[in-house]
Structure formats: C-alpha cells, structure tokens
C-alpha cells in the first residue's frame, strides 16, 4: 500500500504459551485488537515485541505473521535492525518479501559503537532495500543517541529514510526532530507519556505499546487532536494519563502483556528471565483500567 504513516501505531506485543513458545492465534487477536479499534498501524518485531528474546526464525516468522494476518488493513512496520550489519540486511529483505509497508530499524546494541560505525550500519542497510525506513533512536538499549541533526542529513542523503521513532524520551530532541526536520521526515514519539503534548505539536504519530491494551482510546485523543478539538482531546488525555502512567512507571512489557489479560487477551507473560508483573502491580493496573472504563463509558 501506499504508506503515509500518522496517528496511533501499536508496538505489538507477542503472545507466549506456558513453554514459552509464540502463541499465534493469540498473536492474531492482539492484532484484531488494535486494528478494529482504530489505530493507523502496527509493529512486527519491535521492543515491546520481545524481538531481542528471539531466535532469527522466529522474528522471521512474526513479521510473515503480522503482514499476513493485517492483510492490507493499516500499514505494517517490521521492526529489521540487528546487532550486525549482514543480519540487518537479512531481516530487512525478508520483510520486504513478506509485504511489509515499512522497515524500522534499531542500531546494534549491547556493545556500544561509534556514531560513525552506527552511521555506516545505517548507510549500508539502506543501500540494500527500497521500501521507506523508519530510524529508530532508543539510546538507552544502543548507547548511541542519533540526534535531530544527524537524522536529518540521513534523510537527505537517503530518499526512502522518511520516519524516525524517536524512544530517547528527551522531549527538547523530539521538539527539534518535529520543528526544525519535519520538513522531510516524520517524527513518530515512541515514549507513551508524550503522545498527547507530542501530537498536539505536530508529531506524525506515536508508537505506543499501551495501544496493544487501550487502541480505542488513544485512537479518540489522536481524532480529537486532529479534529482541533483540543478541549476534547485534554479531557480524554487526563482520564487516560493515570493507566498510561501506572504502565510506565513499573516495569513496562510485563504490565502490557497483563494488560492484555486484563482486557480478556492471554498474551502470557515475558520470557524469562523477565519476569511477571508484580502482583501489586497488576492490582493497580487493574484499578486504573476498571476506572478508565467507567470514565470512557460514562
């Protein structure tokens, strides 16, 4: 499809059974989730995805299932980097192959390398595929922080690098990327705290993986928000905020993934040696989302 990418893109989650294995019929009704409630598209093999828990077969077979199983619906970003450059390549031409619309790309990490080595990776995969790139700038996993500056002479250089997932979590940087460079790439905010104020300023979009638990509702502050009701749109932000926060503040893809349960979709929990939401936790979660559907219902 042609691509534009905007709006509420969910960062998957991916469902494991009780041996750990990928549980694809539930893959496919997280799918469903988000996109019949009205998000504008989703993520193959992202962070919230679990993908670096994961053998190459399976990242392969995710993103063939996700691309599948959308068949068309919303765009579908497969997230394609990898700790080496030839494995980058890999990924990112088999997701060619599968029908993604869209190649995301994480730098190496665990072992932290230079702006000029990132910069080579990034060149050299780029080189090798023709569907638009999304950089992905997580510098907290990577060690390197790509900044607005740098991805915006990538952008230049490179025709097809049309999308940064900005996951700094430093809101002066993504003001930088969505003000003084979207121009020529969009800024998609991959820190769920942000999204109202960053779609209020002019962000393509957010990738969130609390939309894998509330899509319908971040769906309704984006159409608030591009609707110019900003009086809506604040109000359904404040009521949303404290279920996005609690998510956030503990430890995050296990809250997803009990979200998820929560909301009647057994999506496991992480594999080990993540461990499960803290029953604490889960409690909370659970408070915030019954108030959540109260306040949305009302």
Same mark, same amino acid.
Not at 184 to 201: F, H, N, P
Not at 205 to 216: C, E, S, T
């Given at each position: 499809?042609?691509?534009?990418?905007? /709006?509420?893109?969910?960062?998957?989650?991916?469902?494991?059974?009780?041996?750990?294995? *990928?549980?694809?019929?539930?893959?496919?009704?997280?799918?469903?989730?988000?996109?019949?409630?009205?998000?504008?598209?989703?993520?193959?093999?992202?962070?919230?995805?679990?993908?670096?828990?994961?053998?190459?077969?399976?990242?392969?077979?995710?993103?063939?299932?996700?691309?599948?199983?959308?068949?068309?619906?919303?765009?579908?970003?497969?997230?394609?980097?990898? *700790?080496?450059?030839?494995?980058?390549?890999?990924?990112?031409?088999?997701?060619?192959? @599968? /029908?993604?619309?869209?190649?995301?790309?994480?730098?190496?990490?665990?072992?932290?390398?230079?702006?000029?080595?990132?910069?080579?990776?990034?060149?050299?995969?780029?080189?090798?595929?023709?569907?638009?790139?999304?950089?992905?700038? *997580?510098?907290?996993?990577?060690?390197?922080?790509?900044?607005?500056?740098?991805?915006?002479?990538? @952008?230049?250089?490179?025709e097809h690098i049309?999308?940064?997932?900005?996951?700094?979590?430093?809101?002066?940087? %993504?003001?930088?990327?969505?003000?003084?460079?979207?121009?020529?790439? /969009?800024?998609?905010? /991959?820190?769920?705290?942000?999204?109202?104020?960053?779609?209020?300023?002019?962000?393509?979009?957010?990738? @969130?993986?609390?939309?894998?638990?509330?899509?319908?509702?971040?769906?309704?502050?984006?159409?608030? *928000?591009?609707?110019?009701?900003?009086?809506?749109?604040?109000?359904?932000?404040?009521?949303?905020?404290?279920?996005?926060?609690?998510?956030?503040?503990?430890?995050?893809?296990? @809250?997803?993934?009990?979200?998820?349960?929560?909301?009647g979709i057994p999506?496991?929990?992480?594999?080990?040696?993540? %461990?499960?939401?803290?029953?604490?936790?889960?409690?909370?979660?659970? %408070?915030?989302?019954?108030?959540?559907?109260?306040?949305?219902?009302?």
């Amino acid at each position: 499809m042609a691509t534009n990418l905007h /709006g509420v893109l969910t960062a998957l989650a991916v469902p494991f059974n009780t041996e750990e294995e *990928i549980d694809l019929p539930v893959l496919r009704k997280i799918i469903d989730n988000s996109v019949d409630n009205g998000v504008h598209g989703v993520v193959a093999g992202g962070s919230t995805g679990e993908f670096a828990t994961m053998t190459r077969d399976e990242r392969l077979m995710v993103v063939d299932e996700v691309t599948s199983h959308v068949n068309g619906r919303v765009p579908v970003i497969a997230q394609t980097g990898a *700790i080496t450059t030839t494995e980058a390549i890999r990924h990112s031409k088999a997701a060619q192959r @599968a /029908g993604a619309d869209v190649l995301m790309l994480v730098t190496p990490y665990y072992e932290a390398l230079s702006l000029d080595e990132t910069l080579n990776y990034l060149r050299e995969v780029a080189e090798n595929v023709e569907l638009p790139i999304m950089l992905y700038n *997580i510098p907290g996993a990577t060690g390197v922080n790509l900044d607005p500056d740098t991805i915006g002479s990538l @952008a230049d250089e490179f025709e097809h690098i049309k999308y940064v997932k900005d996951s700094g979590a430093d809101y002066e940087q %993504a003001l930088q990327l969505i003000h003084h460079h979207g121009d020529r790439i /969009g800024t998609i905010i /991959g820190w769920d705290v942000y999204i109202y104020s960053a779609l209020v300023e002019g962000a393509a979009g957010v990738m @969130a993986g609390a939309a894998n638990v509330v899509p319908a509702e971040l769906s309704a502050v984006y159409d608030a *928000i591009v609707g110019n009701d900003l009086v809506r749109a604040r109000e359904l932000w404040k009521r949303l905020y404290p279920t996005i926060d609690t998510m956030l503040s503990g430890d995050f893809i296990p @809250a997803v993934k009990a979200g998820l349960e929560l909301q009647g979709i057994p999506a496991g929990v992480p594999r080990r040696p993540m %461990a499960p939401l803290s029953e604490q936790a889960y409690q909370a979660l659970r %408070a915030d989302l019954d108030t959540l559907r109260s306040v949305f219902t009302s």
